[in-house]
């Protein structure tokens, strides 16, 4: 319907006269810049925050942070795969308990925990994404949500590991000497900066492109050798690992996991979060969707009950608004969904 | 050893009590099957809803909100629940033809304010809910079979059949088919694709419902039974292949069997990491489902 | 007739040859002992009327479908248990019907995902601006751009394809199947959803880029386009190939103007 619209409009000239909304593929070159600033910025004002502030903005902030990286998953599973997943709580809770048990049962600091973190993820996302590779992705959406309901259950009940109920606490520093809270926050702000910084460059890659093709037209990708198969398996080990950092670095900065951070809803709050980013992997829209919702329940904490139809509206609004393919659109930076 | 001998002893009751709940499972699942195979939506709502529909039936015959008779909370609870099934799909009408992951994000944003108006209204507590029926029960060797195991197996057999007729033999069953098969083709010939959809929306709530209402008396009512359940269906679904209706009835026994063999022979604990397991493995091996042995023709 | 040559293909280095090609679904028979002989150097049109079983020979070709009886070769390689996405690995490209490039990548980039295969840089160069990775890029962004200014479409090379008028998105494909410089490029109806003076353009601009190494074949509904661009023509009907040759010999052929002037008003 809408691609015969655009058909008619069409003319021999090589490119559609004015008015044509601009697509992101290729932000305008000022806005771009607009943006390179802004994000500069940004990590220039977040770096000095620690000499102005109190100790709890930072740690508030050094979830947001690790929040954002979570975000950051779900949005680089949606943009570059096309799919949706509920149950990224899974592999955030797996990078957490990781660093949690590495040095509670064998001493272990974060040098060591963090990469294995990292490999934990990465071979988890493959186990998971393996069995519907060659499927539609609603099947991955489905099978995530199972992942999501039994994360609970495992923790609790493998108690001897994870401290059942109680969960584990984190001590170790990663720099000694350094203040605890200031190592929280920098190790945080480190990994969200370097992982968008890589995100960035990875839109460019081989993988990247291949990917976007991949998820617009299967069948063309195809034809260029690059299998579903292919496309599927890596973007969700890549999703699954970055998820598994971010569980790692949320680790890290509260000092503790517990079962109560990985519940039935926190896989479908990422996925709010990265939602409300417009599924944006640029560090402001990670900012934005992890700030959301690290955030919005430590504020609405009276107002609790309020939260879950909150985010539903926003869920739908976006959503709605994204896909109106009216004026409405051009008012949001990107393409959504 | 001992399982083993005690295995005619065992096995009977487990077979049978996974007959029962699984057929409530595949109620839920037809539900998202009905839905899945007319708009191409999976209804991530469709637990919510149910759980809703349940918590409504209990406010209203429990003094709550309304103290009615339970079978006035129940048909008021189902024109409500039929009313919140139309509205979810006028929600999300204008996203049904675009992509998977925009209905399924719609869809979700849709179960959370379900699932936040069930907090908001009648909090997060645990509640019980009975069906208005006479506990009576005989024994059958090592059976038991109550009234409730029969109303369960009644109540489905009413059901899938009504709604087998409904789609078989009526005009809007025919039009449901079509729409099945081929929507484009179908809203050439003139169908209307819309009404089709509400249809099928309509019966998956209204499915859902009676599904909440049967299960709830063998475990309470809480969001996350709810949740639980809502699982459970899905797993039929994938089990029945997700767009097979039949598919979705067996699907439902099976998954109602095997969990209950599960729970008894391994760890009743492990439930949802079992359901996981059992998805995996469907995708895996039998990615049309455990009925359909003929390959292609998959989402 | 000695247009129709309906004999056995003779073996030719770097062919592409389909023999005795069967395909059936379901009990209808929609391909019947297809013989091809696809010569590099040689742009081949394959036509017919709705249903003569064009697009599932299309198909056999490119992988989609598998036939149930009958071989394809190209040179001496066996094509017949192989994937799509094998046969591109071999240098066999395709276009598509329906426009076919990425939304979210500019027209340039697009074009560089038809070297995916013969690019090697790793996943740690995706991620780390590491020099391997970067020459790589820088270098397959030239060849992209030289793909797009053959086609003269180079002014184009940054904007998205939605921006893009359909004759420029296909020629944007096009530039994207050829950048790898493979050995066969099939395209499937490459006029459809384009206006006349578009169709113009493209079979101009598949003419300029056809070489003496090239095995180009045109599924087409667009006769200007065939009888222009085309130096050996197929005409298929009911699943068989009816007459085989020159453009203005298939035009002359009494039984392929039966064909089109009573059965089907194309």
């Known amino acids: 319907m809408d691609s015969s619209r655009k058909q008619q409009v069409a003319v021999s000239e090589l490119v559609h006269p004015k008015g044509a909304i601009r697509s992101p593929a290729r932000p305008l070159p000022e806005l771009r810049n607009l943006r390179t600033w802004a994000s500069l910025l940004v990590v220039a004002v977040l770096a000095v925050l620690p000499a102005l502030s109190g100790s709890f903005l930072l740690y508030s902030l050094s979830l947001c942070f690790a929040n954002a990286l979570a975000v950051l998953s779900v949005s680089v599973l949606v943009r570059y795969g096309g799919e949706v997943s509920i149950g990224h709580s899974f592999f955030v809770a797996l990078g957490a308990y990781s660093v949690a048990i590495l040095e509670k049962h064998f001493g272990l600091g974060l040098w060591i925990s963090l990469p294995a973190a990292l490999a934990l993820g990465f071979v988890a996302g493959l186990l998971f994404a393996i069995p519907s590779r060659r499927m539609s992705g609603i099947y991955l959406a489905v099978a995530s949500m199972a992942l999501a309901l039994c994360l609970p259950e495992l923790l609790i009940h493998m108690e001897r590991w994870t401290g059942g109920f109680e969960g584990l606490y984190i001590s170790r520093d990663l720099v000694p000497g350094v203040s605890k809270a200031g190592q929280r926050y920098y190790l945080a702000l480190a990994a969200l900066v370097l992982v968008c910084l890589a995100l960035a460059h990875f839109r460019g890659s081989r993988q990247g492109m291949a990917l976007l093709l991949a998820r617009a037209h299967p069948r063309a990708a195809e034809a260029f050798g690059i299998t579903r198969s292919w496309a599927r398996i890596s973007i969700f080990a890549l999703s699954a690992t970055l998820a598994s950092l971010s569980g790692a670095v949320l680790a890290f900065a509260s000092s503790t996991v517990s079962p109560n951070s990985f519940t039935l809803w926190s896989g479908i709050f990422y996925l709010v979060g990265s939602v409300i980013g417009l599924q944006g992997t640029s560090l402001i829209a990670a900012l934005i969707g992890g700030g959301v919702i690290t955030l919005i329940p430590q504020y609405l904490a009276s107002a609790g009950d309020y939260v879950p139809i909150l985010y539903g509206a926003a869920l739908l609004i976006v959503t709605l608004v994204a896909n109106s393919g009216s004026g409405l659109r051009r008012f949001l930076p990107g393409k959504a969904a | ?299 | 007739m000695q247009s129709a040559n309906l004999a056995p293909p003779s073996p030719q280095p770097g062919a592409l040859i389909a023999h005795g090609l069967n395909l059936s679904f379901g009990g209808i028979e929609v391909l019947k002992g297809v013989d091809l002989d696809l010569r590099p150097g040689l742009v081949t049109g394959l036509i017919g009327p709705n249903g003569a079983g064009k697009t599932s020979l299309f198909n056999c070709l490119t992988g989609l479908y598998r036939p149930t009886a009958g071989r394809i070769a190209l040179g001496d390689t066996g094509l017949d248990a192989l994937s799509p996405a094998r046969r591109a690995g071999l240098g066999m490209v395709r276009s598509f019907q329906h426009m076919a490039l990425s939304p979210d990548l500019t027209l340039l980039e697009n074009v560089m995902t038809g070297l995916t295969l013969s690019r090697r840089s790793g996943w740690a160069s995706a991620f780390l601006p590491l020099p391997g990775g970067r020459a790589e890029t820088q270098d397959a962004q030239r060849r992209a751009m030289a793909a797009l200014d053959e086609l003269g479409i180079a002014a184009a090379a940054h904007l998205a394809p939605p921006e893009l008028p359909p004759g420029t998105q296909r020629l944007g494909e096009i530039a994207r199947a050829l950048v790898a410089h493979p050995r066969v490029l099939l395209l499937d109806e490459p006029a459809a959803g384009l206006n006349a003076v578009e169709t113009r353009d493209l079979t101009r601009a598949l003419r300029r880029v056809m070489h003496p190494g090239l095995i180009m074949v045109v599924v087409e509904h667009d006769m200007d386009l065939i009888m222009q661009l085309c130096d050996r023509i197929y005409v298929l009907n009911f699943g068989k190939v009816i007459a085989c040759g020159s453009p203005a010999a298939v035009q002359a052929d009494p039984e392929v103007l039966r064909v089109y002037l009573g059965a089907d008003d194309e």
């Open chain 2, 1 to 299: 050893m001992s399982a083993l001998s005690a295995l005619p002893q065992d096995l009977p009751p487990l077979l049978w009590s996974g007959l029962v709940s699984g057929c409530l499972y595949g109620l839920g699942a037809l539900g998202l099957v009905m839905v899945f195979k007319s708009s191409k939506v999976v209804n991530f709502a469709h637990g919510n809803l149910a759980g809703l529909a349940a918590f409504l039936v209990y406010g209203f015959s429990s003094g709550v909100l309304l103290n009615l008779s339970w079978g006035s909370a129940v048909a008021l609870a189902l024109g409500l629940t039929a009313i919140i099934g139309v509205l979810g799909y006028a929600v999300i009408a204008p996203l049904v033809f675009k992509s998977d992951l925009t209905s399924t994000i719609a869809t979700l944003g849709i179960g959370l304010i379900l699932q936040g108006t069930i907090q908001i209204v009648f909090g997060a507590e645990i509640v019980s809910l009975e069906l208005p029926i006479p506990s009576f029960g005989f024994g059958l060797g090592s059976l038991r079979i109550t009234a409730y195991d029969l109303t369960v197996l009644a109540v489905t057999a009413l059901m899938i059949g009504g709604l087998f007729f409904v789609i078989e033999r009526t005009r809007l069953g025919i039009a449901f088919r079509a729409v099945c098969s081929n929507p484009f083709a179908s809203r050439v010939c003139g169908l209307n694709l819309r009404l089709v959809h509400l249809f099928s929306w309509v019966s998956g709530a209204v499915l859902g419902l009676v599904a909440a209402l049967l299960i709830v008396p063998t475990t309470f009512l809480s969001s996350t039974t709810v949740a639980s359940f809502m699982l459970t269906a899905f797993t039929a679904a994938v089990v029945g292949g997700f767009s097979s209706l039949p598919g979705a009835a067996v699907g439902g026994i099976v998954v109602g069997i095997a969990m209950n063999l599960f729970s008894f022979y391994v760890s009743p604990e492990f439930m949802n990491t079992f359901l996981l397991g059992v998805i995996m493995l469907t995708l895996n091996f039998f990615p049309d489902g455990l009925l359909e042995k003929a390959a292609g023709g998959r989402v």
